[in-house]
């Protein structure tokens, strides 16, 4: 099946710094990525969608000048989480979208901020 | 708006015993619903998706779900649980529009005993 991938797997980070994490297609073009979190036993949440050469739509209540998301290219869409905090520790999952009914999920970023 | 909620936080069953993981929908018009699974460490994987047309959905390793549009429900079932079942399952519902945002319920851990 297709294969969505996530660098890295996991991140520390101190507070203040910027973390950039990657959501690739591998083996199939996807115009749109959506960039969810998810706290630890809880839901996820839709963050932003990613659309491939024009601006990220973000989901109420998402900060756009905190997370930074580009989506260059058909394969390839990044999330930046700029000066982070412990707030912003959390489980970040992208998924890719090869047409109008599939999505398909990469297995996620913990990131820690500390 | 599109919600769905997982009427049940942990189920426990018995190896070999039938697993039902309840859902109900909210939705202004006919939904796309959806039930994921995710298992530690990895990505979301799609157990199965109803798209309006036949009620009972069957989907991967032996579970089905049923549409019921009278109940507003999706509940989730198998007749025989493996122990490779115990994950978290997600129910989704899909706005139909647009981007066809996904809009996950709160999960069920389901835990399976030997």
């Known amino acids: 099946g297709a294969v969505v991938s996530q660098h890295p797997s996991w991140v520390i980070c101190k507070s203040g710094t910027s973390v950039k994490i990657e959501c690739r297609s591998l083996?199939?073009?996807?115009?749109?990525m959506f960039w969810y979190r998810q706290f630890p036993k809880q839901s996820l949440m839709l963050m932003a969608t990613?659309?491939?050469?024009?601006?990220?739509?973000?989901e109420q209540g998402v900060e756009k000048d905190k997370f930074l998301i580009n989506h260059a290219s058909l394969t390839l869409s990044t999330l930046t989480v700029t000066s982070a905090h412990p707030e912003d520790s959390s489980f970040y999952i992208c998924?890719?979208?090869?047409?109008?009914?599939?999505?398909?999920f990469g297995p996620g970023t913990r990131l820690l901020v500390l | 708006a599109q919600s769905v909620t997982q009427l049940d936080s942990h189920v426990s069953v018995s190896e070999g015993t039938p697993v039902l993981l309840r859902c109900n929908y909210s939705?202004?018009?006919?939904?796309?619903l959806f039930w994921y699974v995710q298992h530690p460490n990895k990505g979301l994987q799609l157990l199965l998706k109803?798209?309006?047309?036949?009620?009972l959905v069957k989907g991967i390793n032996g579970f089905e779900a049923e549409f019921k549009k009278s109940e507003t429900s999706f509940h989730l079932t198998k007749p025989s649980a493996h122990m490779s079942d115990a994950a978290e399952y997600f129910c989704?519902?899909?706005?139909?529009?647009?981007?066809?945002?996904?809009?996950f319920g709160t999960g069920t851990r389901l835990l399976v005993s030997p």
């Open positions: 990613s659309n491939e050469g024009s601006k990220a739509t973000y």
């Open positions: 083996d199939f073009q996807a115009t749109t």
């Open positions: 989704v519902v899909s706005d139909n529009t647009g981007f066809q945002k996904l809009v």
């Open positions: 998924s890719a979208r090869p047409n109008r009914e599939t999505q398909y």
């Open positions: 939705s202004s018009y006919s939904p796309s």
């Open positions: 109803y798209t309006s047309a036949a009620t």
